[in-house]
């Protein structure tokens, strides 16, 4: 009986090595984290309308890399909405847009390019490229008057990689890996015109 309790002592002690080594892996976290997230948002009025500021964190996956450096584009889209919550109802959602980005690489010319529709610029480095489209500035079309002051809106901006416009083989792969699975959670905020 007492060669069965050590062992069943070792075992636990083991167990709890295992555990205590686990944990400080988690609590690390990842060396290198991927993915895309969101480090602020918000919603600027200007003379001429409303100018959406977003500032993200992307990291693409070795996956991701890879395929870009071989010649693959890599479609991203930002997602906004303005909502007006409503208590008694659903809420309302006030205006919404998407915009498209085109993230590639030449391996001629070996450099990136970022297009945001007929519009594209050339980097030397990945970094410089995913820098740009990082800090993202646009002109939303809401109508003036659209905002009223007596009312609180809620604003939402997610960025994502859009795997529909990956080439087709690419998208049978996208299905079942999380390696080409990139997206943020929506970052949402209160907006008090």
């Known amino acids: 009986m007492t060669a069965f309790s ?9 167990l709890g090595a295992l555990l205590a080594l686990w944990l ?13 997230d969101v480090r602020r948002a918000s919603l600027q009025n200007a003379e001429d309308g409303y100018v959406l500021e977003a500032d993200f964190d992307i990291v693409l996956t070795h996956t ?4 870009l450096n071989k010649g693959v584009p890599l479609y991203f889209q930002l997602e906004f909405e303005l909502i007006r919550p409503r208590w008694y109802w659903f809420n309302d959602k006030v205006a919404g847009s ?10 001629l010319t070996r450099q990136y390019r970022v297009g945001v529709g007929r519009l594209h610029q050339n980097f030397a480095t990945l970094a410089d490229a995913l820098n740009v489209m990082s800090h993202i500035r646009r002109r939303e079309d809401i109508p003036a008057g659209t905002l009223r ?8 901006v997610r960025l994502r990689l859009d795997t529909s416009q990956l080439p087709k083989p690419f998208q049978v792969n996208a299905l079942g890996s999380r390696e080409w699975q990139l997206s943020s ?8 015109p």
Request: charged letters at 20%.
């Open 24 to 36: 400080a892996l988690c609590a690390a976290g990842p060396a290198h984290a991927q993915g895309i």
């Open 64 to 67: 991701l890399d890879e395929a």
């Open 185 to 192: 959670d929506w970052y949402r905020w209160t907006i008090n």
């Open 149 to 156: 002051k007596d009312n609180t809106y809620v604003g939402a």
């Open 6 to 14: 050590t062992r069943c002592c070792r075992g636990l002690e083991l």
């Open 98 to 107: 998407a915009q498209d980005y085109r993230l590639a690489f030449n391996p």
